[in-house]
């Protein structure tokens, strides 16, 4: 990743859990709305939310859990106030 991103998502699997932790960590003071969208099988769930923190803070936005099996795909899209909004994804096969 060429620049570190204010809202960012880190993802863990263990056997058939997956876990995906949304985490906020701003350089500089954030005012954002965030939409996490998790795709597994023919199951999708979305977290919605707003974040306003300062800079330096670390916090834990959401965390979110599924048993899966087979294939996955996550993908956090964030609009910070006053700039570009943003997407990250992440899949199954990525992390081969």
Request: hydrophobic share 45%.
């Amino acid at each position: 990743m060429a620049q570190e991103l204010p809202v960012r998502f880190e993802v863990e699997t263990r056997d058939a859990l997956l876990t995906i932790r949304l985490i906020a960590e701003p350089k500089c003071d954030l005012a954002a709305e965030f939409a996490l969208e998790l795709t597994a099988g023919s199951n999708r769930s979305v977290h919605k939310g707003e974040v306003e923190t300062t800079a330096g803070a670390k916090i834990l936005l959401s965390t979110v859990s599924a048993v899966i099996d087979g294939s996955w795909r996550a993908r956090l899209t964030v609009w910070p106030s006053g700039q570009p909004p943003y997407e990250e994804v992440v899949h199954s096969d990525s992390l081969l």
